[in-house]
T-cell receptor, first 114, second 115 residues
Framework: DTEVTQTPKHLVMGMTNKKSLKCEQH?????MYWYKQKAKKPPELMFV???????INESVPSRFSPECPNSSLLNLHLHALQPEDSALYLC?????????????FGSGTQLSVL | GDSVTQMEGPVTLSEEAFLTINCTYT??????LFWYVQYPGEGLQLLLK?????DKGSNKGFEATYRKETTSFHLEKGSVQVSDSAVYFC??????????????FGSGTRLQVQP
């Protein structure tokens, strides 16, 4: 299994809603990532988890809250988002955080904030 | 800081045409270089990579050579197919001041192949 699975594929939410994005991999990778991708732009790194611990937070607003319940799962909790947060949110994994060159990406969650 | 510059798209070609997508980089140290591809509605996939100067990465008919003297990593394919239509991202991975490695992406180049 070389897949990274993300759910849901599409999400529409209001600015007062609370929602969560989910990501799962069963490749035994110990590093997992959240990226944000705006239309026609490259992915931008948000968070890195290494061995289930948050190792990098790229100055992301607190309305985005990551969680890594175990080595196979990664969540992104969303609360009080703004319309400008609308984007494709990509999850990725790699064997180790220091070997992040071969990233396996999920197909993403297309988020629209109304 | 490290950066990657790609040619702007879209690049529109007819099937079986020759493809070149230019990529140049700026980095301190000795980065590894990558091409990722993103098909419509999907995440990014690693297409090929090169880890040192003069290395050639290749996959699915695509090739790119790590040119340290020109700081380039241009993507080429001899004969494109409609199924190659996608967005192509050049990227580099290098050690940052913090000691960790980080992947820096270029802005992406959209390829449209017409039958």
């Amino acid at each position: 299994d070389t897949e990274v699975t993300q759910t849901p594929k599409h999400l529409v939410m209001g600015m007062t809603n609370k929602k969560s994005l989910k990501c799962e991999q069963h490749m035994g990778h110990r590093a997992m990532y959240w990226y944000k991708q705006k239309a026609k732009k490259p992915p931008e790194l948000m968070f890195v988890y290494s061995y289930e611990k948050l190792s990098i937070n790229e100055s992301v607003p607190s309305r985005f809250s990551p969680e890594c319940p175990n080595s196979s799962l990664l969540n992104l909790h969303l609360h009080a988002l703004q319309p400008e947060d609308s984007a494709l949110y990509l999850c990725a994994s790699s064997q180790e955080a220091e070997q992040n060159e071969k990233l396996f990406f999920g197909s993403g969650t297309q988020l629209s904030v109304l | 800081g490290d950066s990657v510059t790609q040619m702007e798209g879209p690049v529109t070609l007819s099937e079986e045409a020759f493809l070149t997508i230019n990529c140049t980089y700026t980095a301190t140290g000795y980065p590894s270089l990558f091409w990722y591809v993103q098909y419509p509605g999907e995440g990014l996939q690693l297409l090929l990579k090169a880890t040192k100067a003069d290395d050639k990465g290749s996959n699915k008919g695509f090739e790119a050579t790590y040119r340290k003297e020109t700081t380039s990593f241009h993507l080429e394919k001899g004969s494109v197919q409609v199924s190659d239509s996608a967005v192509y991202f050049c990227a580099l991975s290098a050690h940052m001041d913090t000691g960790r490695r980080a992947l820096t992406f270029g802005s992406g180049t959209r390829l449209q192949v017409q039958p």
